[in-house]
């Protein structure tokens, strides 16, 4: 942790930005070195400012910050932008679905705590999103289950947590657990709707998102049935251990005709 009056170099990626007074933002930055920081940047909304491209949501910046003599507050000396990832700012679902992915990361980020594989999978995700103009359908649950795994949440999906099959029978997702099973293993309670349905595909897919090379994360394939299945089960599977819902994800889902919140 810096202490106060230290000038400090880093860089990080604007999970959130609010406007403050006349002329300036208080952004919530994910950085390389000090994890999830409050960061004051005074006059962002000037014309001039040299750092309004900076101070904008997912803007991936070098940072020199000054950490404030009183309360955890960080204020913006210089930024350099390395990428604002302009494919995303093009297109309305692209971009709302990115942030919704800063929301979700800024969820389960630590103050002040390095959090290097947060930051990585983050880029990664709005580079599929962007550059990689990768289906969002398929980035979606691929980003929500490696990032749950990275925050600790990892659900045991490689055998069946009764029988110990690793090809379970019509396999679901117990989402408050955090584990796959045959169907028929354990009874049939389907209280909430947290026994999510899979099948082989899905939860094929399901494994290599968490036990696969985190850079062919989002390298697979699915039908729209089982996509559908895996869409499903993993959203539900972050709203139960998560216990909150997000405001860009019901933003996202509103500009997609026919979406329904699952959760």
């Not at 913006?76 to 093009?90: A, C, K, Q, S, Y």
């Not at 850079?215 to 697979?220: F, M, T, V």
Request: proline residues 4%; glycine residues 6%.
């Amino acid at each position: 942790m810096a202490t106060a009056g230290t000038r400090l170099v880093t860089r990080g990626i604007v999970l959130r930005e609010t406007i403050t007074k006349e002329t300036d933002k208080i952004l919530t930055v994910l950085s390389e070195d000090y994890g999830k920081i409050s960061v004051i940047a005074k006059g962002a909304r000037r014309r001039n400012s040299k750092y309004a491209a900076c101070a904008q949501i997912l803007a991936w910046s070098e940072w020199t910050l000054a950490k404030a003599r009183t309360g955890e507050w960080y204020y913006v000396h210089e930024g350099n932008t390395i990428m604002l990832f302009p494919e995303l700012r093009e297109n309305l679902t692209a971009f709302a679905l990115g942030c919704y992915f800063a929301e979700l990361t800024e969820a389960v980020a630590l103050e002040e705590n390095p959090s290097g594989p947060l930051l990585r999978h983050l880029l990664n995700g709005l580079y599929a999103l962007g550059p990689l103009r990768k289906p969002e359908s398929l980035v979606k649950p691929a980003f929500e289950c490696k990032l749950l795994s990275l925050a600790g949440y990892e659900p045991l999906v490689d055998a069946c947590a009764y029988c110990g099959r690793t090809d379970p029978v019509n396999p679901v997702l117990e989402t408050v657990q955090g584990m796959i099973r045959c169907q028929t293993c354990g009874g049939n309670d389907n209280h909430y709707n947290n026994i999510m349905p899979l099948c082989g595909d899905s939860l094929a897919a399901l494994r290599h998102m968490i036990y696969g090379d985190a850079k062919r994360l989002y390298a697979y394939k699915l039908e729209s049935r089982a996509l559908a299945r895996l869409y499903q089960a993993v959203e539900r599977f972050l709203y139960v251990q998560l216990d909150r819902k997000f405001r860009t994800l019901d933003f996202y889902k509103s500009l997609l005709p026919g979406r329904k919140d699952e959760t």
